[in-house]
C-alpha cells in the first residue's frame, strides 16, 4: 500500500501562485508514475499533470502548459507542483495520484493505483 498526503492548497488571487507538494509513504518503490488531477464543482476530474520515476519525464495538460511545473524529489518520496499566473479556472479540489505502472501522457483517472485526498485551491479576487 501506499499513501499519499497533499498540501499547500489555499486561497489566491488571480495571477498569483502556489506550490503544492505530495508526500507518498509506504512501499514507494513500487510506484513510478505520479499525477496531478483537479476536480471543480459540478465537473469532472481531470489530468493536470505528471511526472515519471524512471525516466523524469512530464506531461501538461494544454490548459496549464507554461505556467504549472511538476517536479520529483525521489531520494525524500515527495512531488511538487508549482502554479504560477493562476486564473478563476484552475479553482477546485487537487489531487496526487500514484500508478505503479508507468504512463504515457497525464492518464486516466482509472489508471491510478492511489489517491490522496486533495486540497484546496481557490483562485478569487
Known amino acids: 500500500q501506499v499513501q499519499l498526503v497533499e498540501s499547500g492548497g489555499g486561497l489566491v488571487q488571480p495571477g498569483g501562485s502556489l506550490r503544492l507538494s505530495c508526500a507518498a509513504s509506504?512501499?514507494?518503490?513500487?510506484?513510478?508514475?505520479i499525477g496531478w488531477f483537479r476536480q471543480a464543482p459540478g465537473k469532472a476530474r481531470e489530468g493536470v499533470s505528471s511526472i515519471s520515476r524512471s525516466d523524469g519525464r512530464t506531461y501538461y495538460a494544454d490548459s496549464v502548459k507554461g505556467r504549472f511545473t511538476i517536479s520529483r524529489d525521489n531520494a525524500n518520496d515527495m512531488v511538487y507542483l508549482q502554479m504560477n499566473s493562476l486564473e478563476l479556472v484552475d479553482t477546485g479540489v487537487y489531487y496526487c495520484?500514484?500508478?505503479?505502472?508507468?504512463?504515457?501522457?497525464?492518464?486516466?483517472?482509472?489508471?491510478?493505483?492511489?489517491w490522496g485526498q486533495g486540497t484546496q485551491v481557490t483562485v478569487s479576487s
Open positions: 495520484a500514484a500508478a505503479r505502472r508507468r504512463l504515457y501522457g497525464l492518464g486516466f483517472v482509472a489508471e491510478y493505483d492511489y
Open positions: 509506504g512501499f514507494t518503490s513500487e510506484i513510478d508514475t
